[in-house]
């Protein structure tokens, strides 16, 4: 059987998207002052932040609830559910690769669970997680599953 046509390829890659996006939630309700603090420090203002840094994490669980939802289908909804990530994932791996090289802020909030990541970890799993989402996009076009 062809390797970009395994069923077991697109679940793996999709769980990990699902692993990265709970993990960030996670990390980030677990870290959270510092969360709100790094989040003042972009936006400028304490009370933005504070939206943001309750905002982030429902939006974080939400994609990987929909790509949980979505393993088991073919088509339309698991390729828009990868969508969803691989958008927020770029998103998300710029605004790192952003603090990194322009706004220095110290350890990372995001990954808080492997305390001590620096920014530059941050983006490089970042990407490496959004390359893998791509991968699963790329796949499901390839293999038509828009047609269904």
């Known amino acids: 059987m062809n390797a970009l046509k395994s069923p077991a390829l697109l679940t793996g890659l999709n769980l990990s998207a699902v692993l990265f996006w709970l993990v960030a939630a996670v990390a980030k309700l677990a870290d959270h002052d510092n969360f709100v603090r790094q ?11 504070l939206s943001l840094s309750f ?8 994609i990987a609830l929909v790509l949980v939802l979505t393993i088991g289908h073919h088509g339309r909804p698991r390729y828009l559910a990868s969508i969803l990530s691989c958008v927020a994932l770029c998103a998300m791996t710029s605004l790192f690769l952003y603090i990194d090289l322009a706004k220095p802020m110290g350890v990372c909030a995001c990954l808080a669970l492997s305390k001590g990541l620096e920014w530059q970890g941050s983006w490089i799993v970042s990407g490496l997680v959004t390359v893998l989402n791509i991968t699963s996009v790329a796949i499901q076009r390839r293999q038509s599953f828009l047609i269904q």
Do not use: C
């Not at 905002?55 to 939400?62: N, Q, W």
């Open 39 to 49: 989040l003042s420090s972009l936006t400028g203002s304490k009370g933005v932040a």
């Open 55 to 62: 905002i982030f994490p429902v939006v974080a669980f939400v």
